[in-house]
């Protein structure tokens, strides 16, 4: 199987080294396609694949083309590559916003996979959602299926717009998490901890607690009871948050994100 990755940005990299280093594919099935030459020629450096800054002698033979790209840079892709498009082609998209329906109507691609996955990925500890048109066969999920789990792990869904809300959730998490992280790190800090001691608190503590979380059955709210003592220091912590509506800010935060993936794909629609 000829698999084609359009973007040489941080996924487009990170799912060529992870397919590479999982054995599911060689290099020698492996294509990028960047338009950027100066760019092109660093991916070309790490020996990853066969580097294109032309899609046309490398989009016809590919089986499975993945899109690595901006959601912005995707009018101005889908209509370069439209008359190459063949349908038996199985297109991956990992661009937040871009609905199936868009993806077929730009680009004239028959069998359509829309994933969201996270930057974690890039040590095979990604989250990837995703989901599918009918013209794409079970076989061609499984295969990508296994691909995406080179990565971490991956939830497929029939509905589609639960991308948009993993792309809240998932997808924009770990910079919700790194948030929370450098607050407390600037408090460590303030405390009088020296920016090594704070680093090391401060990432060990949130790894050590996710950890524990998966290591058991337990609810968050569960786990906040046992962490927490009548009167005592996490109480008082806890209840800050509360006062302060830090659980409802952090909703709207996410909500926020989801209606921005929705705006993304209006807006190309706007353009059509």
Known sequence: MKILIIGGGNMGITYAQSFLHSK????ADLMILEKSTAKAKAIADLELATIYTSSETCLAIADLIIIAVKPQDAPLLFSRLKAQVNSQ????????????????????ASKIIRAMPNLPAQIGMGM???TSNNEVTRIELVMVQNLINTT?????????????????????????VFFFMNAIMKASLALGFSPAESALLVSQTFKGASDLYDSSNLSFDEWIKKVSSKGGTTEAAIN???NHEVHDDILQAVFAAKEKAVKLGEDLDDKD
């Open 128 to 130: 990837t959602v995703f």
């Open 240 to 242: 800050s948050f509360i």
């Open 24 to 27: 599911i594919t060689s290099s």
């Open 89 to 108: 082609q199985v297109y991956l998209s990992i661009m937040a916003g871009v609905t199936i329906e868009t993806i077929s109507k730009l680009l004239g």
């Open 152 to 176: 971490g792990k991956s939830i497929y869904v029939e509905k589609e717009e639960l991308i948009d809300a993993s792309t809240a959730i998932s997808g924009s998490g770990p910079a919700y």
